[in-house]
């Protein structure tokens, strides 16, 4: 075997098993955005320019964060075998390169937004597990000592070496029973740290409280849908689009978590989750959309929202005149500012506790999210939300402005094909083409669909509950044999007809016509 193998091998095992009792350690605290390999991928997340981003998320979709928590784990797997190797040669290069691993955690998890002294606890153990571990695993491995004759006789003889004991061609001597027993107790420790780590995170606080709060109903419930309306219309909550930047959920304590409004206020005020379900709530059913959305992209859903309104909330408080930002941020540091303007101009922006007839899911938001109709989520619709400040664009930026995006993020005029699928083979004859159109808040007047370079022809809409929603569209095409190009294209209710030339997302939004081919038989 190489020379290098075991040595290596020690490195990852020493490795992997601080990283385990770093994510045990977090869980431990109620922490698990602190844990090691998830505070690096944040500061990762942070740092990456705006087109990788992009790209990720298009390419990627839900699985960006997962990938990158893949590549982080190769990359320090990589780093952890090359310390083992050196360490080997050098044994005081193993905590060194310990305390460099837990130290670059540590500074990962103290600079993240709402981070916590006892954010640091989690790299700091998992640095003394990495030193402690690739110690006791590179006992196993020295070097074979031999004793040797007097130069004048010229021959040398070999100490007696026991039978466990191996030697590879460079004359490093291995103890395999040694190093075999000794990983597979480091192994056993990190398999453990890893599963209890798991089990703290299912049976984690939060998710109980979640399933034991019991939504009052609505006092102004929404309106039943209107007939005529697919089943699709409203997202399941599984379906629904999640892009968030947190590689893990929240966990929010219920009992201790506050809402706090102020900032350019005339009376600051503090609310807890008790205090908002005590307040009249609405039912609303609105389309949210991502402003990363691509052209004929996933990132939107429409679901029954209950919630606390907050425009009579901003007006209790007394929002002082000039102050144009409402900025809001999560419990995991992000920051998101939604224009004054927007939340006061008689859209009725929500504090949504509920999704879909149930407590707002975990991934969603729980306990509490903003949503505001019309706006992009990035600037109207903060997860997680503990406190909302009343202050001016030019004060502050939130993270995505900080980033290049748009200050505003009003939802563009868009429209999209769902059926038939892209590239589906089709036989001749009569073909529902159909979708979705979205302008929320000023409403979809009219979608047309478009044969290769045919005239546009209108499609039939179905019926709407607010213009605060997407509308279902269908147009029954004639089908011809051959291959054919359909575009969809919509008018809002200005009357201002979708753009065509195709934008990418950033800075405020996709444009452009979704175009699919079928062939047809």
Known sequence: MNRNAFPALAGVIAVASGAAVAEFVAALLG??????????????????????????????????????????????????????IVACRNRA??????????????????????????????????????????????????????????????????????????????????????????????AAGAAAAGGGAALLGRSSGAAQVRESVRLPAAAEPAPPLPPGIDPGFVTANPDFYRVDTALTVPRVDLASWRLTIGGLVDSPVELSFADLLDRPLVERVVTLNCVSNEVGGPYIGTARWLGVPLAPLLREVGVRRGADQLFARSVDGMTIGAPMAALLDGREPLLCLGMNGEPLPLEHGFPVRMLTPGLYGYVGACKWVTELEATTFDAVDAYWVARGWAPQGTIKTASRID??????????????????????????????????????????LLPVPSVDTWVQWRYDWAATAGSHTLAVRATDGTGAVQQEERVTPFPDGATGWHTITVSVG
């Open 93 to 186: 290069v193993g905590p060194a390169g310990a305390a460099v691993l837990g130290l670059v955690g540590t500074a990962a998890a103290l600079t993240r937004a709402a981070a916590q002294l006892v954010d640091a606890l989690p790299s700091l153990v998992g640095m003394l597990v990495i030193a402690g571990a690739l110690l006791l695993l590179l006992r196993a491995l020295r070097p074979v000592v031999t004793e040797r004759t007097p130069r004048s006789v010229g021959l040398t003889y070999p100490t007696p070496r026991s039978l466990t004991e191996t030697r590879d061609d460079e004359g490093a001597g291995v103890d395999r029973r040694a190093f075999l027993g000794a990983a597979a107790l480091v």
């Open 419 to 460: 059926r038939p699928a892209p590239f589906a083979p089709l036989a001749g004859g009569a073909v529902a083409v159909a979708g979705v159109a979205w302008a929320q808040g000023r409403g979809i007047r009219a979608v047309e669909v478009r044969v290769d370079d045919g005239p546009w022809q209108p499609a039939t």
């Open 31 to 84: 922490r698990p955005q602190a844990g090691t390999v998830v505070v690096v991928g944040s500061v990762l997340v942070d740092a990456a320019p705006t087109p990788v981003k992009e790209f990720a998320v298009a390419t990627l979709g839900t699985a960006d964060k997962p990938v990158l928590l893949g590549g982080i784990g190769v990359v320090l797997a990589v780093l952890a075998a090359g310390l083992g």
